[in-house]
């Protein structure tokens, strides 16, 4: 068993934090944890934030003193059962790979020496993990990224990135669910909303889901959208 | 339903509650008042529930058009404010305790001389509508608040009945009545902590994961410099100048979860600190943590102004904290018997 270490984030969090695991075994460790804080009933706890290799709880300092909470984090962590079959849903986001949406694909496929129709289909037949929801409201990171994909970023992030771009950045691919700042590589855009402000919970995705992308024509793009 | 209008837009005014502090797994960022203890003083004088929306104003306040019989408070910042009646006779309107509007008017709000952001609750709170349960206004998402936005000049405001403490609330104020005035307040004032005018002001904080890590010189310099409030700050976070820091440390770093408060490197060296509107995880090294019972007097600090840090454990922190909620139960329970008429 690899025990994380545990720092205080400030005085209303505790950082558990795991180092030297592989992707998909430091998510199986947060998956667990996470999952074991939030059906524990250890007075106090306000969220519990999923990361790479960590997990940030925040609790609430009225309800519970530092060491007593420390101390249930630990018995948790101490009788985690990895072996657990996590709970994971299974999503597929449709994807336009259009020129007019995909601003850097000709870009990758020069920096890759791959032709744009295998880009699309390499990343199109992978399967993916959320590894954290961060960044931005319902942004993914997700894990399981073909190698032959993995790519610099852009030299000179854009200042604005539209909502929904699909984009890939190192080892990762993910999903800008707001227009933000951003410098990863654009190669397709989804018609699907991420952030849902009126749903609760009000994000599509979160971490621990398996995702699928499916190629979908500028015309099945244009229906979404005049469905929704 | 009865509306305040704004007749003229400060700098940039939302519409704020206690925030989301549950949704920070999903990438939604807290929101809330940045100043939660003069927020949550606004609420408490007018008789409102904790978890009603107010008005937060930054730097320079509106001038907003409210109706006769309107209960107030306004708490933090001092932003000089003014009452001018139908007949243009104006009036200073007190701050920290709670005012009876008796005359349609305008409220006006100048530039804040102490403290930088003010807040003004109004009996039954702002009634726009809940979203990812709050009312507080999610700027970058454009979404909660009042429209999503920094209100602008004609916004009509929905105000929500006021509670039946508030009209308790009238009916003790009114026995101060000198029915010449458009404005009816207590003499006494209620303050948990002082909004910082000039000078240095003072942080504590908890030394983070990566403080260690920063070299020796930078860690002597984290709490014997002082270090000034960039003009680049905002609700989003804070920027220091002062001693650029180093860390020793060059390894990248994953995004991890953060909290308000969290002071960050930036391979700059000039520390940035999470504030209200901050995403809920970051990629830089934390160097410190603002502890809790100071963050509201870090949500008043100006622009410009300079500040020194003091390392706290997180135990002290707690207790500090404790002490400051204490004082809070006192004042409510001192205004309850003030409202039951059993002291004067």
């Known amino acids: ?228 | 339903m009865s509306t305040i209008r704004v007749a003229k837009a400060g700098i940039s005014t939302t519409v704020q509650d206690g925030g989301r502090l549950d949704l920070r797994h999903l990438g939604v960022v807290v929101s809330g008042a940045m100043d939660l203890l003069s927020y949550e003083m606004a609420n408490l004088l007018v008789g409102n529930d904790a978890g009603a929306a107010a008005l937060e104003m930054t730097c320079l306040g509106d001038t907003l058009e409210v109706s006769a019989d309107t209960l107030i408070a306004i708490c933090g910042a001092d932003m000089n404010p003014l009452f001018v009646d139908r007949n243009n006779a104006s009036y200073c309107v007190p701050q920290n305790r709670p005012v009876l509007i008796r005359s349609e008017g305008r409220l006006r709000f100048g530039t804040a001389r102490e403290g930088f952001r003010a807040y003004v609750a109004v009996a039954g709170g702002v009634d726009v509508p809940i979203i990812m349960h709050s009312r507080s206004t999610y700027l970058r998402a454009g979404v909660g608040g009042f429209q999503g936005r920094i209100l602008k000049t004609g916004d009509l405001l929905p105000i929500g009945s006021a509670p039946a403490k508030a009209n308790n609330i009238k009916q003790r104020l009114l026995r101060f009545d000198d029915s010449s005035k458009s404005l009816a307040a207590p003499s006494w004032f209620v303050r948990v902590f002082d909004p910082p005018t000039e000078g240095t002001v003072r942080l504590q904080v908890i030394p983070g994961m990566h403080f260690h890590e920063l070299e020796d010189a930078s860690q002597n310099a984290m709490f014997a410099d002082s270090f000034q409030v960039s003009a680049s700050s905002d609700r989003m976070g804070y920027r220091f100048n002062g001693p650029k820091l180093k860390s020793l440390s060059s390894q990248e770093l994953l995004s991890e979860g953060i909290t308000i408060g969290t002071i960050q490197l930036p391979a700059d060296g000039d520390p940035i600190m999470i504030m209200s509107d901050g995403a809920p995880t970051g990629g830089y090294p934390r160097i410190a943590h603002i502890a809790s019972v100071d963050l509201p007097l870090a949500a008043q600090i100006r622009p410009g102004q300079t500040l020194n840090f003091s390392p706290i454990s997180v135990a002290a922190a707690h207790q500090k904290l404790f002490s400051q909620r204490k004082l809070v139960k006192q004042i409510t329970n001192t205004f309850e018997l003030w409202i039951d008429g059993t002291i004067p």
């Open chain 1, 1 to 228: 068993m690899n025990l994380p270490a545990i720092e205080p984030m400030g005085d209303t969090g505790l950082l558990v934090a795991w180092e030297g695991l592989s992707d998909q075994v430091a998510l199986q460790h947060v998956q667990s944890l996470a999952l074991a804080v939030r059906r524990s009933t250890i007075p106090g706890i306000v969220d519990v934030v999923p990361a790479f290799a960590s997990l940030t709880i925040h609790y609430n300092p009225w309800q519970i003193g530092l060491s007593e909470f420390e101390g249930s984090i630990r018995e948790l962590i101490s009788r985690m059962d990895l072996q657990v079959n996590l709970p994971s849903r299974s999503i597929e986001l449709p994807v336009c790979y259009d020129s007019e949406f995909a601003l850097d694909l000709d870009d990758v496929s020069k920096l890759l020496g791959l032709s744009t129709r295998e880009i699309i289909r390499l990343h199109s037949e992978a399967e993916y993990v959320v590894q954290m929801i961060g960044f931005a409201p319902g942004f993914p990171y997700l894990a399981g990224l073909p190698k032959e994909l993995c790519v610099a970023r852009r030299g000179v992030p854009r200042v604005e990135v539209p909502a929904g771009s699909v984009a890939i950045g190192g080892k990762q691919t993910g999903i800008y669910s707001l227009a933000t700042p951003g410098g990863w590589q654009i190669i397709g855009r989804t018609p699907q909303r991420l952030f849902l402000p009126e749903l609760d919970p009000p994000c599509l995705l979160q971490a621990g889901d398996r995702v699928r992308f499916v190629p979908i024509t500028r015309q099945e793009f244009n229906d979404w959208h005049a469905r929704t």
